[in-house]
């Protein structure tokens, strides 16, 4: 099969930059890092960014603030441009393809909506590149959830770096999601819950730092355990064994339980929440795997991670411990789709996001 230079572009919840990953891929089993590279948003993109989100609770809000939006998108777009430009001049092949994850900004599955800030057609135009973008909406079209999409690049990882199955990936980005490959080598994958998003917001809320480094902050707090049991016995999924438990937004999930709390005991009343949900979910819905290894920027608290050790049986490796670099997994991921998309191979699946049949997802734009 032909092999491919696919550039991935992803900003997470954290808002706070530009994953970039070029790789060598055929869009199937083949598939080789180039580089990697990280480029922080500056503090007015920052804070648009989270002051927008703010402000967007439902669909109709993305109506009322369009000429905010769009303007954001704007911004946003030329950010990425000039990201693709720089790896374009360090780079001296050609890039076959961009896949623009973009910087999601509302999600809502049952509605058929998720929007993600960035302008496919203007970074293709700007770069001169084919551009692979909007990757949820034909998922969406197709009954499914629009999310997660990563399960069938999670899929590669495990048989590229021969980790041991069944095994369970979690993803802990804003919002926590799972892939879970079994001994017969079927996949599936779903959102388990909250990630990272109530603890960075807390910490946003009530401190002049962006999110809770290492989970120091947590650790120098005390978990406030009636104000958890409280949260915990009110959290209606949390025992769910669903097949197929629903797609959140990081809106779906509310922090007012640890109103009042300081600063410390907030953060580890809210790192303990976190860790329960997610340890319960994985217990409730997962047999059978040898370890859970863990992505996203969730793995860089301790604090959380020693929590969700505690609770499992099995090993909790994080994915870095198989010389990988946890910090572009998802970027990687979304180069590699890009090219799935390119190919018209499906990057979703009924067992991944619930959609009716495998299918192919990602608008292509070229230039």
């Known amino acids: 099969m032909k092999s491919y230079y696919s550039l991935g572009l992803m900003s997470g919840t954290s808002g706070d930059g ?31 960014i989270h002051s927008l989100k703010n402000k967007i609770n439902t669909s109709i809000d993305l109506k009322n603030l369009s000429k905010e939006i769009d303007s954001l998108e704007k911004e946003i777009t030329i950010f990425h441009v000039k990201a693709v430009n720089e790896i374009i001049k360090e780079f001296k092949s050609n890039i076959d393809f961009i896949g623009f994850h ?18 496919g057609k203007l970074l293709s135009q700007l770069t001169k590149k084919t551009v692979i973008y909007d990757f949820r909406q034909n998922d969406l079209k197709n009954d499914g959830q629009g999310a997660p999409l990563t399960a069938i690049f999670h899929k590669l990882l495990a048989h590229k770096y021969k980790f041991e199955i069944p095994l369970t990936f979690l993803n802990i980005g804003g919002v926590a999601n799972l892939t879970h490959i079994d001994h017969l080598n079927n ?17 946003r809320l009530n401190s002049k730092n962006r999110y809770d480094q290492d989970g120091k902050i947590a650790r120098s707090g005390k978990i406030n355990k009636i104000v958890l049991n409280s949260a915990l016995e009110n959290y209606p999924e949390i025992n769910s064994s669903d097949d197929r438990p629903k797609s959140y937004d990081v809106k779906d999930f509310n922090l ?11 953060a580890a009343t809210l790192t303990e929440y976190t860790s329960e949900i ?42 870095d411990e198989y010389g990988l670099d946890g910090d572009f997994i998802e970027s990687q991921a979304f180069a590699y789709l890009a090219i799935r998309s390119y190919l018209k191979l499906p990057i979703s699946f009924p067992e991944t996001t619930g959609v009716r049949k495998p299918c192919a997802g990602g608008m292509i734009c070229k230039n």
């Open 278 to 319: 997610l340890t319960t979910r994985l217990r409730n819905t997962l047999a059978g795997a040898k370890s859970i290894v863990i992505t996203g920027g969730g793995r860089k608290n301790k604090f959380l991670i020693k929590s969700i050790r505690e609770k499992m049986k099995v090993p909790v490796l994080l994915i």
């Open 256 to 266: 007012s339980f640890v109103r009042g709390l300081s600063l410390e005991d907030g």
């Open 102 to 119: 973009g910087q999601t900004l509302y999600h809502n599955a049952k509605e058929k909506i998720s929007k993600q800030l960035g302008d």
């Open 187 to 203: 996949m599936w994958a779903w959102d388990v819950g909250p990630g990272n998003c109530l603890i960075d917001q807390w910490i």
């Open 18 to 48: 530009v994953d970039a990953s070029l790789i060598q891929s055929d869009g199937d089993t083949e598939y080789k890092v180039i580089l990697d590279k990280y480029f922080k948003y500056s503090q007015d993109i920052y804070e648009n």
